[in-house]
T-cell receptor
Framework: DVKVTQSSRYLVKRTGEKVFLECVQDMDHENMFWYRQDPGLGLRLIYFSYDVKMKEKGDIPEGYSVSREKKERFSLILESASTNQTSMYLC?????????????FGPGTRLLVL | AQKITQTQPGMFVQEKEAVTLDCTYDTSDQSYGLFWYKQPSSGEMIFLIYQGSYDEQNATEGRYSLNFQKARKSANLVISASQLGDSAMYFCAMRGRDQTGANNLFFGTGTRLTVIP
């Protein structure tokens, strides 16, 4: 079974703090993704990566950066957290070229920025 | 532009009955894929079923089936014999090209299904 894990289920941070969200997958997938989920808006893609050290902007990259130094790990960084970044963050991975097919998701991190 | 529409914010179904969750999509891609995911209150997105645009037969996975009508651009999820554990948020998604040409998933806004005992 594919397993995608995220470092925290719940996180509370203060405005201006630097926040790291970690995602690890154990299936040797080429592709990894970060989404945020807000009520009524569905899932929106923040960043994605098709290979180690590769990253591409999704639909809403502003205020975020990412790092993929190893194939199994994809980190989302909030350089200076703001209250409008309070959200549910979901990481996903998939195999195959150019984004692949089925994406498998982690359990999500609920981030609250005060 | 790729777009997924789920017009039912919430649905109720009696236990053991069947229910259909609607999904329509808009794309100019010739090759695309359609997915359904389930999200229980715990938050994890669980993959349920996949249909490729060139697949002629409707996809089925256990109690889940995807009613694919290509000409109408619809990909409705049918859940047969509903169970209490089916109560969750359901998302329809489409794999297609974004504005940069990358192959990514586009999600609808979801339908919350409640199964009544």
């Amino acid at each position: 079974d594919v397993k995608v894990t995220q470092s925290s289920r719940y996180l509370v941070k203060r405005t201006g703090e630097k926040v790291f969200l970690e995602c690890v997958q154990d299936m040797d997938h080429e592709n990894m993704f970060w989404y945020r989920q807000d009520p009524g808006l569905g899932l929106r893609l923040i960043y994605f990566s098709y290979d180690v050290k590769m990253k591409e902007k999704g639909d809403i990259p502003e205020g975020y950066s990412v790092s993929r130094e190893k194939k199994e790990r994809f980190s989302l960084i909030l350089e200076s957290a703001s209250t409008n970044q309070t959200s549910m963050y979901l990481c996903a991975s998939s195999s195959g070229a150019q984004g692949g097919e089925t994406q498998y998701f982690g359990p999500g991190t609920r981030l609250l920025v005060l | 532009a790729q777009k997924i529409t789920q017009t039912q914010p919430g649905m109720f179904v009696q236990e053991k009955e069947a229910v259909t969750l609607d999904c329509t999509y808009d794309t100019s891609d010739q090759s695309y894929g359609l997915f359904w995911y389930k999200q229980p209150s715990s938050g994890e997105m669980i993959f349920l079923i996949y249909q490729g645009s060139y697949d002629e037969q409707n996809a089925t996975e256990g109690r889940y089936s995807l009613n694919f009508q290509k000409a109408r651009k619809s990909a409705n999820l049918v859940i047969s014999a509903s169970q209490l554990g089916d109560s969750a948020m359901y998302f329809c998604a489409m794999r297609g090209r974004d504005q940069t040409g990358a192959n990514n998933l586009f999600f609808g806004t979801g339908t919350r299904l409640t199964v009544i005992p």
